[in-house]
C-alpha cells in the first residue's frame, strides 16, 4: 500500500513538473483548470478544462488575425468579413471569460503555441498572399472550432460549458459557410 501511494504520488509529481515545464499557455491553463477542480472534488474535467483554453486561445487568434486583416488586408471583402470576425470573437470571448469567472475555469492570457505559429505565419505575408492566407486559414480554423465545439456541447461534464458551446455553434457554423464562399472566390 504504501509503495503504490509513493508510485501515486512520483507519478502526480512528474506529471505536474512536465506541465508546468511547458510554456504552451493552453496546457498551462487548463492543467490549472483540473488542479482547481480536483481541489474541489470535482474528478474528469480534463477535456472540459482544455477545451475552455483552447476556445480562449482560438478567440484570441481569430481577433488577432482579423484585426490584422484591417490593416493589412487589401480586398473590401477580407476586410467586411475581419470586421464581423473581430465583433463575433470578442463577444464570443467576453461570454467564455464571464463563463471561466463563475466557475473553476482558468483561461490562458496569450495564445498557445500552436496559434501563435499560425499568426506568425499569417502575419508574414504581405498584399493579396495574406488575404488567401487569412481566409484559407478562417476555413481551417472554424473547421476544428465547429468540430470542438459540438464535441464539448455533447461530451463536456460542464452543463455551463455545454451551454457555452452549443450557444456558439450557429455563429461557428455561420462564419465557416462565409469563409468557405470566399474561399471558392479565391481558388
Known amino acids: 500500500m504504501k509503495r503504490t501511494i509513493l508510485t501515486y504520488l512520483a507519478s502526480a509529481a512528474l506529471l505536474f513538473a512536465t506541465a508546468c515545464d511547458s510554456n504552451d499557455s493552453i496546457e498551462i491553463a487548463s492543467e ?3 488542479q482547481q477542480y ?3 472534488g470535482v474528478q474528469n474535467m480534463k477535456n472540459d478544462a482544455l477545451f475552455a483554453a ?6 484570441m487568434l481569430q481577433i488577432q488575425l482579423s ?9 473590401p471583402e477580407v476586410k467586411d468579413f475581419a470586421q464581423e470576425m473581430v465583433k463575433d470573437h470578442r463577444q464570443m470571448m467576453d461570454e467564455l471569460q464571464d463563463l471561466a469567472s463563475k466557475t473553476q475555469l482558468v483561461l490562458p492570457e496569450t495564445l498557445g503555441n500552436a496559434h501563435q505559429k499560425v499568426y506568425t505565419e499569417i502575419t508574414d505575408k504581405q498584399g493579396i498572399a495574406f488575404d488567401v492566407a487569412y481566409i484559407r486559414e478562417m476555413v481551417d480554423q472554424h473547421k476544428n472550432l465547429l468540430d470542438r465545439y459540438e464535441d464539448i456541447s455533447e461530451n463536456g461534464n460542464s452543463m ?4 457555452f458551446a452549443s450557444k456558439q455553434l450557429p455563429i461557428i457554423r455561420q462564419h465557416l459557410e462565409m469563409a ?3 474561399e471558392e472566390k479565391i481558388d
Open 160 to 163: 455551463e460549458l455545454k451551454q
Open 32 to 34: 490549472k483548470s483540473v
Open 38 to 40: 480536483e481541489a474541489a
Open 180 to 182: 468557405e464562399r470566399m
Open 54 to 59: 483552447e476556445a480562449a486561445s482560438s478567440n
Open 67 to 75: 484585426e490584422a486583416a484591417l490593416e493589412r488586408g487589401v480586398s
